[in-house]
């Protein structure tokens, strides 16, 4: 089955500052790659996904992730911080009429 | 419409009983996935079930069990439960078999096992 790995484990930023987030994963066929963010106190939602075409994709809030297939990864990114996204996000990697495997989660904390 | 939702929220038990936790999925979704959330550890998959078979399943011990009902609803169920089961137990749905589509979480039954 699938596996994915993501880097950070707890990450700490400044408002303004960028954000890039690492999700690498190990599956060697066609894949749908998403992130979910954790609002704390919230259930888990999606923040993006990517399924084939364009590998830059935008997500809600100003997230976006780049899917690159000779990496196998996905990170995620946002070019500014916001206080409000203080939360845990995970990366999750499906394959088709496989389950949806997520990685450990990084934990974000914007300092305002 | 309604979301995923799940019984109960919060539970305490002792180790060795058993517990059952409930999801009633978003209407119309065929498909349910249960995962195990621990920090640190992220979410682990313990399985997924459509249109009442188990279509897939995580690496956790038999103790772990579940099933769907002819209406969607899911059940799963711990027994001989150990301390180490304390966590988050998501229950997700979705509109597609083999969750090739968005899940759909719950908040989840949070149980402590004392």
């Known amino acids: ?112 | 419409k309604a979301g995923v939702t799940q019984t109960p929220r919060y539970l305490i038990k002792t180790r060795g009983q058993q517990v059952t936790l409930s999801c009633s999925p978003i209407s119309g979704h065929r498909s349910v996935s249960w995962y195990q959330q621990t920090p640190g550890q992220g979410l682990q998959f313990l399985f997924e079930y459509f249109s009442e078979t188990q279509r897939n399943k995580g690496n956790f011990p038999g103790r772990f069990s579940g099933r769907q009902f002819s209406n969607s609803r899911s059940e799963m169920n711990v027994s001989t439960l150990e301390l180490g089961d304390s966590a988050l137990y998501l229950c997700a749905s979705s509109g597609t078999q083999g969750a090739t589509g968005e899940l759909f979480f719950g908040e989840g039954s949070r149980l402590t096992v004392l």
């Open chain 1, 1 to 112: 089955a699938q596996s994915v790995s993501q880097h950070n484990h707890h990450v700490i930023l400044s408002e303004a500052a960028s954000l890039e987030l690492g999700c690498n994963y190990s599956y060697g066929g066609t894949v749908n790659l998403f992130w979910y963010v954790q609002y704390p106190g919230q259930h888990l939602q999606l923040l993006l996904k990517y399924f084939s075409g364009d590998p830059l994709v935008k997500g809600i809030k100003g997230f976006e992730a780049e899917f690159i297939k000779s990496k196998f990864s996905f990170n995620l990114r946002k070019p500014s911080v916001q206080w409000s996204d203080t939360a845990e996000y995970f990366c999750a990697v499906n394959a088709p009429n496989n389950d949806m495997r997520f990685g450990a989660g990084t934990r974000l904390t914007v300092k305002p």
